[in-house]
Nanobody
Framework: QVQLVESGGGLVQAGGSLRLSCAAS????????VGWYRQAPGKQRELVAT???????DYAGSMKGRFTISRDNAKNTVYLQMNSLKAEDTAVYYC???????????????WGPGTQVTVSS
């Protein structure tokens, strides 16, 4: 069993910054690719950024230059630093991780419950 928990969300003014964390726990052998996604009210969930185990990153177009994804493999934690926030960044932010579990050695995908980010204009 693997659990992901996001934290760091909250209310911030436009132009401000937030740092989200996604901490994984449980029967983890290794964590491979991890992604941050977000879902605004009435919209589909969209990809924000991804990071591979070796640290290769990729970003959705509108997030490039403002958001930075990083990870600490020793802590089984992935971060999303969000700068120059805009009202349109308001959403629930989720992390998704591909995890190799100790029980079987197989890789599964897991979602966290999400953390709310609200940017006031």
């Amino acid at each position: 069993q693997v659990q992901l928990v996001e934290s760091g969300g909250g209310l911030v003014q436009a132009g401000g910054s937030l740092r989200l964390s996604c901490a994984a726990s449980g029967s983890i052998f290794s964590i491979n690719a991890v992604g941050w996604y977000r879902q605004a009210p009435g919209k589909q969930r969209e990809l924000v950024a991804t990071i591979t185990r070796d640290g290769t990153t990729d970003y959705a177009g509108s997030m490039k230059g403002r958001f930075t994804i990083s990870r600490d493999n020793a802590k089984n934690t992935v971060y999303l630093q969000m700068n120059s926030l805009k009202a349109e960044d308001t959403a629930v932010y989720y992390c998704y991780a591909r995890v190799v579990v100790t029980t079987s050695g197989l890789e599964y995908g897991y979602w966290g419950p999400g953390t709310q980010v609200t940017v006031s204009s």
